[in-house]
C-alpha cells in the first residue's frame, strides 16, 4: 500500500515501503512515484523482487503508459535491476548518472535502452515534470562514483537515496522520524561503512543547506520530517567518519581464512603439524 508523502490538487509523491518479503534475504527498500498533472516518473524502481508488487500499485494511481521517467539515483541492483521489465512494460526513460549511462544496458535485453537514457552529467539539473521540474543534485561518492538525489521544489522533499538510509522493516519505515538522535543508532553502521569520506559529507551538506526542505526521503528506511530533525542530520554527517576514514593498512592484509562452503562461515587456516 503506498504512503502519501504529499498531495495537491495536481501534484502527488508517493511512497512504497513494503513490496519486498521480509525474509531476512533482501534489504528493505522504498520506491517512489512522482506525479505532476499527467506526468509521471518513478524514482529507484527497484529490483525484481519489488517489480510486480510496485507495478500494480503504481496503476492505481497513475497509468503506466504515461510514465515519463524512471530516475535512478545510481545503479545498484536493488535500484534498477528490474530495469528491463520497466523498458518492455512502459515507454519511460532512463534518468541516470552519465557515469552509469553504458553500464545500465547490462540490466535489460539488447536494444531495449537504445534511445531511451538521459545521461546526466556530473553537475546535476533540472528535469521537466508535468508543469514543474525536479532538481538532480549532485551526490557523489554517497556512495556511488556517480550519484544524485531528487529535490522536490512542490513538495519540499528531497530524495536522498543512500544518504540517510535506516535499517528496519518496511511497516517501520512508514513513520516519519523527527528525534533523529533516537533514531542515529539505525543509522550509524550503515554511514560509516557506505558512505565514502567525511569531505564528501561536508560538502553535500553544504548544498543542501541552501535548499527549503520539508523531509529527507531515503531509499531504504524512515522519512527524516521537520526542521530540528533536518538539521540535526545536517549536523551529524558533517561531523561523521566514515569510509576511507576508517581504513588503514590493517584493512588490506593477504587474507587467511578458510571459507567453508557448506556452513558458508569463515575458519581459521588449517596449520601444519610441528608447524
Known sequence: MALELYRDKNHACLMFTDLIEEDGQAVQANQFLIVDDDTGAIIDPGGNLAFNELFMGMTKHFPPHKLSYLIASHA?????????RWMTSTKANLVI??????????????????????????????LPLGRHELVLLPAHFMHSEGNFHFYDPVSRILFTGDLGVSMMSGAEARVPVTDLKAHIP????????????????????????????AMLVPQHGAPIMGKEAINDFFEWI???????DLFDDRAYQIPTAYIDPVTRQMRPALRAVNA
Open 76 to 84: 545498484d541492483p536493488d535500484i534498477i535491476a528490474s530495469l528491463d
Open 186 to 213: 539505525r543509522m550509524e553502521g550503515f554511514h560509516r561503512r557506505y558512505m565514502v569520506s567525511n569531505k564528501i559529507l561536508r560538502l553535500w551538506a553544504r548544498m543542501a543547506r541552501q535548499l527549503d526542505i
Open 97 to 126: 548518472s552519465r557515469v552509469w549511462e553504458r553500464f545500465a544496458p547490462h540490466f535489460t535485453k539488447v536494444g531495449k535502452t537504445e534511445n531511451r537514457v538521459i545521461g546526466v552529467p556530473d553537475g546535476g539539473g533540472h
Open 238 to 244: 558533517e561531523n561523521l567518519m566514515c569510509g576511507i
